[in-house]
């Protein structure tokens, strides 16, 4: 079993940046394709950005695109999503998911992915 622990949350006012983490604890890690997905209150969870196993694959949504940027650290075992030019709208608890590698398969949807962190809160201030 993987487990995945998130930091990086925290209060920004609009226009800021954070720099969010995801930690793994096994080494199949680096066998790992990896996402992150937020939620806001009374809405679904709902995809952010995808890495694949090697980091040469990555997908956004389109309300990021430009503003985000998702990247991973195989030897430290850490995905990271960089988060620029922030948003009141961009308001939710960030989770990160990780599934074994599927390549050439990017899933948005939180059914495909078997490894959940506890999620961290980002909220942007107007």
């Known amino acids: 079993q993987v487990q995945l622990v998130e930091s990086g949350g925290g209060l920004v006012q609009a226009g800021g940046s954070l720099r969010l983490s995801c930690a793994a604890s096994?080494?199949?890690?680096?066998?790992?394709?990896m996402a992150w997905f937020r939620q806001a209150p009374g809405k679904d969870r709902g995809f952010v950005a995808f890495i694949s196993w090697s980091g040469g694959t990555t997908r956004y949504t389109d309300s990021v695109k430009g503003r985000f940027s998702i990247s991973r650290d195989n030897a430290k075992n850490t995905v990271y999503l960089q988060m620029n030019s922030l948003k009141p709208e961009d308001t939710a608890v960030y989770y990160c998911?990780?599934?074994?590698?599927?390549?050439?398969?990017?899933?948005?949807?939180?059914?495909?992915?078997?490894?959940w962190g506890q999620g961290t809160q980002v909220t942007v201030s107007s």
């Open positions: 096994a080494r199949t890690f680096s066998s790992s394709d």
């Open positions: 998911a990780g599934r074994p590698r599927a390549d050439g398969v990017v899933l948005r949807i939180p059914s495909g992915y078997a490894y």
